[in-house]
Every structure is written in C-alpha cells, then in structure tokens.
C-alpha cells in the first residue's frame, strides 16, 4: 500500500522562476494538506484541499502561491517567482475523510532551494 | 490563537535510560492530540493520535498520555535507532482540519 508520494524530492531554483510540487495521495484518501517548514522551525499549515476544491488557504501567502486538486492526477503547490525566502521542506499529507479527527499521513517531502 | 510548546528542545539519553518529553497546549476546544517522530531528511511518521484526557496510548517502547493541558511521550528503555525528533501536534475542534505543530524534540540515544 503506496504511502503519501512527493516529486520532485529536490528542487533547485533561480530567483524569479517558478516552483510546480507535487503530491499523490494516499490509495482511497481525498483530502489533502501542504505544510511548509522553514530552516530550523516548525511544520506551518499552508492549505487544505479536496478534489477540486480549496476547504482552507488560511495558511497560504497571499501572493505568489497557489495550489490545486483536480478531480484527476496529483495536488500541486505553485510557488510563482521564487525568493530566497521560499527556500524550505514543503511537506503533502493526506487524509481519507473528514469526519472526527482523521490521521493525517506525510510524504517524505520536497526541499525547495531558491539561488 | 492555538500554541503547542514541547520541551525540552534537545535530550540526551544513555541507551536504556527511560525518560519523558512534554507538550503543552492551548486550544479553545481539542479534537485531537497527534504524536510524530520525523527523521532527518524525511516526512514525519504517525506514532498515536488522543482524543480526551486520561487516555494513554503504547507502541513498543512508547507511550503516550493526554491530560487537559499536556501529553507526554514516555520513552522507557530507549534504544539508538529511537534517535529522532518527536513532534506533537493538535487539532482544534470545528470545521478546521489544520494541526498547529510543536518545534519538536530531538532525541539522541546513545549506546
């Protein structure tokens, strides 16, 4: 039973380009998460998401990010002219229904490096 | 605003010296406590999830217990592959799904 997959596991990026990750869940889970953590913090929420549709951005810079989950393929993070400030592990995790406290499961994550 | 303090941040443990880690939380109403351990380089792994207080959870050489407050990763006879960083998290009751991290505790067991 595959586990949450992430690609590219490593992504190396200019200033100023973009920066497309992403995320398969689960077999049978339809929600998704991104977290970011930063050098030395902690795991911040970014947005949460079902198949087409965007439940929670709460966590997410207004400019520059987005994400998507469309109704077929992976969840993907858009980060749009990257600084070096973006440089981070952008963790997916998935969950296989929302009601009561469901367990949400992380891929191994994508290290972003802006230069 | 929820928080989530986990001490202490680092923790040096002779292999088979039993210990504890704490995390502290404030939350308006608890839907969940979550437990990870996470790896140098990796995505963190699931350990247990609490839901109320008084209840305890175990896995092998760990065990987990919530009260109101707090929870606490006991950790007896810990062995050098259980080096690791531990990170707690919690899930606030109502719509939102979203878990507030800890910064994590990281382990070093030494043999």
């Known amino acids: 039973n595959a586990g949450v997959m992430q690609n590219p596991r490593h992504l190396v990026r200019r200033r100023g380009q973009e920066a497309r990750l992403r995320c398969s869940p689960m077999?049978?889970?339809?929600?998704v998460y991104w977290y970011r953590q930063l050098p030395e913090e902690g795991l911040k929420f970014m947005v949460y998401l079902q198949k087409e549709n965007i439940i929670d951005e709460s966590g997410m810079p207004k400019e520059r990010f987005s994400a998507e989950f469309p109704k077929e393929g992976p969840s993907i993070l858009r980060i749009q002219q990257v600084v070096r400030g973006d440089s981070a592990a952008y963790f997916c995790?998935?969950?296989?229904?929302?009601?009561?406290?469901?367990?949400?499961?992380f891929g191994p994550g994508t290290r972003l490096t802006v230069t | 605003e929820d928080q989530v303090t986990q001490s202490p941040e680092a923790l040096r443990l002779q292999e088979g010296e039993s210990s504890s880690l704490n995390c502290s939380y404030t939350?308006?109403?608890?839907?969940?406590l979550f437990w990870y351990r996470q790896d140098p380089g990796k995505g963190p792994e699931f350990l247990f999830t609490l839901y109320s207080a008084g209840e305890e959870k175990e896995k092998e050489r760990l065990k987990a217990t919530l009260t109101k407050k707090e929870s606490f990763l006991h950790i007896t006879a810990p062995k050098p592959e259980d080096s690791a960083t531990y990170l707690c998290a919690v899930q606030e009751s109502g719509s939102a799904r979203q878990l507030t991290f800890g910064s994590g505790t990281q382990l070093t067991v030494l043999p």
């Open positions: 077999k049978g889970h339809s929600h």
């Open positions: 939350v308006s109403g608890l839907r969940g």
């Open positions: 995790a998935s969950s296989p229904q929302t009601s009561g406290s469901q367990v949400q499961y």
